[in-house]
């Protein structure tokens, strides 16, 4: 069987050691042969390929970003898009399955095309950790070891000058990475897009922490809306799939911070530094594990599905199930870090 593999849509630490466990099972247990596609769905409309083998993989579970480049293509626009067109290509190069290594938009596309009779298996891929039909996704682990870094990092420095820090962290529609990264750090509030809150609460949380001698460290999602926000923060335009750029939010909360309370603050955007690097010990092993059983799914025809990781083990669900809602922080969850708030 020669199957391809790509990746698609925002990049994040652990791509690679997806790549090179399943190169090394599907090789070592099947005899496969394996064909990267370049630049994820616009490399499979435009019949960008490179071989892929044992040589070209080695090494690669400790190496961030992804060999294979990606990109936020519609596979549904263009001349040469849509399911029959992308079938024709993959006949022509003898390609039998792909591995589809995405987040929300990459699956949802994975799904749509199997329904036209595709032969995909996905990979979730999502340092938002927002997908609800796996309880880690791999590059969530890294993303919030290097936010959490930075809010040690700034914290010295907020408590040399006593100034109140807005560290602003991934999260367009839910706020794991804010959450984790925040009890981590040791955050005095964490904002949320699922916990709206008023710019007096907010306040009241910084002053408190100002009257215990503190210097304040408040982290924010990029999706966190203020009570009153129709929509989340956005001045940088639209991606591919017409959604808002997000980013900033924090560079409106701490003026007003400084305005309503007196104490100098400022807004620290870590934006892409949470993509990059080498990923955690963590996200190598579940990547490498998460690559394996898209094997395992391949060669049991598993058309449609997704691997997955339910407690510590590996399972296979259906992209339908995986993609039909998003996995927010509960109230529950909230509640726990609030207790540590002010």
């Known amino acids: 069987m020669k199957i391809g593999i790509l990746t698609s849509g925002g990049d994040c630490p652990g791509l690679n050691a997806v790549i090179r466990g399943a190169v090394l099972k599907g090789g070592r247990v099947h005899d496969a042969e394996f064909v990267g596609i370049r630049n ?32 936020r293509t519609n596979p549904f626009e ?20 792909v591995i589809a290594i995405g987040g929300e938009g990459t699956l ?5 095309l199997t329904e036209a009779g595709l032969k995909i298996v ?15 996704s791999f590059g969530f682990n890294t993303a919030v070891e290097i936010a959490t870094e930075a809010i ?35 955050a005095h509030a964490i904002l949320i897009p699922e916990q709206p809150k008023t710019m007096e609460q907010i306040c009241e949380w910084v002053e408190h922490v100002r009257d215990r001698g503190r210097a304040p460290v408040i982290v924010v999602s990029e999706g966190f809306l203020l009570a009153g926000m129709e929509q989340a923060h956005s001045s940088k335009g639209l991606d591919a799939f017409d959604r808002p750029r997000l980013g900033g939010i924090s560079e409106i909360i701490a003026p ?4 309503r309370t007196g104490i100098e603050s400022r807004a620290t955007v870590l934006g892409h530094t949470q993509r990059g690097g080498a990923p955690s010990a963590y996200d190598r092993v579940l990547a490498t594990r998460l690559g394996m059983a898209a094997i395992d799914a391949i060669y049991d025809r598993r058309w449609g599905s997704m691997v997955s990781l339910r407690g510590t083990e590996i399972e296979v669900v259906s992209i339908a199930d ?6 927010k922080v509960s109230p529950a969850r909230y ?5 540590l708030f002010g």
């Open 322 to 327: 995986a993609t039909i809602g998003l996995k």
């Open 122 to 136: 996905g990979v979730p891929k999502t340092i938002d950790n927002d997908l609800e039909a796996t309880d880690y």
């Open 256 to 259: 007003l911070i400084e305005q």
């Open 152 to 186: 040690d990092r700034l914290r010295t420095t907020a408590e040399s000058h006593g100034r109140c820090m807005v560290v602003e962290v991934m999260g367009r529609h839910v706020g794991w990475i804010a959450l984790h990264s925040g009890m981590a750090g040791g």
């Open 78 to 97: 263009g001349a040469n898009g849509g399911p029959e067109n992308i079938q024709r290509t993959l006949d022509a190069e003898g390609i039998d399955a």
């Open 335 to 339: 509640a726990e870090a609030a207790v």
């Open 108 to 112: 949802t596309a994975a799904h749509r």
């Open 40 to 71: 994820g769905w616009r490399g499979l409309v435009q019949g960008d390929f490179t071989t892929l083998d044992r040589h070209s993989v080695r090494g690669l579970s400790r190496q961030g970003g992804t060999i294979l480049g990606s990109s």
